[in-house]
């Protein structure tokens, strides 16, 4: 029995992005902000799949494990920020108002 493929194409802008194609976006359930992830395997196929946003990163759960323990074990090291720093640091962030949603640019890739 022939398996039926389908198939749609998508263009990479000059940052690098493109848009999910719709029947993609439909198969794997996507909306605005949702997550997906990209499988490289071996024979050089890539794969795209919905990335579950209730999985855990391995990495950043071994380092809040670690900052955890450390905080436990060594509680005079954690102090808070002193005002000296912070006056330090308001200069360096005023009028910074970060947008999320806004694309990388050219030097950002």
Same mark, same amino acid.
């Given at each position: ?34 997550? %997906?992830?990209?499988? =490289? ?5 890539? @794969? *795209? +799949?919905?990335?579950?946003? !209730?999985? #855990?990163? &391995? ?21 808070? %920020?002193?005002?000296? =720093? ?5 200069? @360096? *962030? +005023?009028?910074?108002?970060? !947008?999320? #949603?806004? &694309? ?6």
């Amino acid at each position: 029995m022939a398996q039926l493929s389908l198939y749609s194409d998508s263009t990479l802008t000059n940052r690098y992005q493109t848009t999910i194609p719709a029947m993609v976006r439909k198969a794997l359930h996507l909306n605005k902000r949702a997550k %997906i992830r990209y499988t =490289l395997q071996a024979d050089g196929t890539v @794969l *795209i +799949s919905r990335a579950d946003q !209730d999985e #855990n990163d &391995p990495v950043l759960a071994q380092f809040l494990t670690f900052l955890a323990n450390d905080i436990s074990q060594n509680p005079k090291n954690v102090s808070s %920020i002193s005002s000296d =720093l912070i006056g330090r640091i308001r200069p @360096l *962030i +005023s009028g910074v108002e970060p !947008d999320l #949603n806004s &694309p990388l640019s050219d030097e950002d890739d």
